[in-house]
């Protein structure tokens, strides 16, 4: 897990740590002290803590005028033991939400895995999205499964073809529109 970087080709299009409506900023990183696990597996050291011990996220672009951000996750979800949405929701998705958010694409392909708990907080995050929405991209389907099971499908929109987008070969506006334009084809 320690060779999985968050992506890095946008770097010089934003940088959370150096944006100080992130709730990143000011952060200062390593190349070569590795000191955050995930159940005793170290991971890379530009990977960001939110407050919980198994999921790890990077704000890999926002686009303040549009209302987007684009969040790459690695990890476990784990809602059951460690409330990990709750920490996601109140750590980082209230400070971008009053910086004007509305629009949220997660990217799941190094989520390994989701625990459950209750819905509170995705009910919570979708009513406060408005106009917006949460999409989730490159999930693997045991994550989908749980989502389903407890109902967070009524709250993120994910599945078909928004896990079958090839995101790093595109500019964060490509990636934004095409998910805009899945969504609202989706919705009509």
């Keep these: 897990m320690h060779d999985i970087e968050p992506f890095y080709n946008w770097i010089k299009l934003y940088s959370s740590q150096n944006d100080s409506r992130s709730p990143f900023f000011g952060r200062e990183y390593s190349e070569f002290e590795f000191s955050q696990t995930i159940y005793n597996y170290y991971i890379h050291p530009q990977w960001d803590f939110f407050g919980s011990n198994t999921l790890y996220i990077k ?33 980082v998705i209230e400070m971008l939400a009053e910086e004007g958010i509305d629009k949220y694409i997660l990217i799941g392909e190094n989520v390994l895995n989701f625990h459950s708990s209750d819905d509170c907080y995705y009910e919570e995050w979708f009513e406060e999205t408005e106009e917006g929405w949460i999409a989730a991209i490159n999930f693997r389907e045991q994550v989908h499964s749980e989502w389903r099971q407890i109902g967070i499908d009524n709250y993120l929109v994910y599945g078909g073809e928004l896990d079958e987008i090839s995101w790093r070969t595109m500019s964060p506006n490509q990636l934004y529109t095409l998910i805009n334009k899945i969504i609202t084809y989706r919705l009509n």
């Design 59 to 91: 704000i890999i672009f926002i686009d303040y005028e549009t209302g987007y951000a684009i969040i790459e996750m690695i990890g476990e979800w784990n809602d059951a033991i460690n409330n990990d949405i709750m920490w996601l929701k109140r750590e």
